[in-house]
């Protein structure tokens, strides 16, 4: 009974130790579950308060603009609410870039739809296990510490619509990523 009980136990314990192995290997390779500038591993809750709420205003920018476009479609998203960021005709923050209204005009069009507010009141996102946020969430930590390292999918572009809408835009178009067309400025020089 005795060498049973070993024998069961051993065994268990091989199988903790194997799950254990697999699960880090998984968590590990996810290339940006652990962000790295200049050689550290920096993760979200290691950021401070000010810079996981960019991070959090950027992940959700890009979930409901771009949840479904390809990776580099994302990126490009990511790209255009940075380079208002910089471009000193925007908001100076992502959040308030993201948050920004031009007259009743909002900048992203699911600021003004209900979902915020859903967010805000249900922790939707974050609350479930939302494989996809997740991903995004990971992509936007890293292109948070890393985004003066990576190439600019968009071009340089500070403005983008889907391709089944027609703003009538007269803007030089830098390229066109799944679903999305993103513009740069009027006389403007476009990027390539």
Not at 84 to 90: C, E, L, P, T
Not at 127 to 148: A, Q
Request: proline letters at 3%; one cysteine or more.
């Amino acid at each position: 009974m005795r060498n049973q009980f070993v024998s069961n136990f051993f065994v268990l314990s091989i199988v903790v130790i194997v799950l254990t192995m697999i699960s880090m290997m998984e968590l590990n390779a996810h290339p940006m579950r652990n962000a790295s500038v200049a050689g550290a591993n920096i993760k979200l809750y290691n950021l401070t308060q000010d810079a996981r709420h960019e991070i959090a205003c950027l992940a959700e920018n890009i979930y409901f603009e771009a949840a479904h476009e390809p990776e580099e479609g994302q990126i490009a998203v990511a790209f255009v609410t940075m380079n208002r960021v910089n471009s000193g005709k925007f908001a100076n923050s992502i959040c308030g870039v993201v948050k920004q209204k031009i007259g009743s005009t909002c900048q992203f069009s699911w600021w003004c739809e209900s979902k915020p507010y859903a967010m805000s009141t249900t922790n939707a996102l974050t609350k479930t296990n939302n494989s996809l946020y997740n991903r995004i969430l990971d992509l936007s930590v890293n292109f948070y510490l890393n985004h003066d390292q990576m190439k600019d999918p968009s071009r340089g572009a500070l403005y983008y619509h889907a391709d089944y809408v027609h703003p009538g835009w007269k803007l030089p178009k830098n390229t066109q990523i799944g679903r999305h067309i993103f513009y740069g400025e009027r006389n403007g020089k476009r990027r390539t």
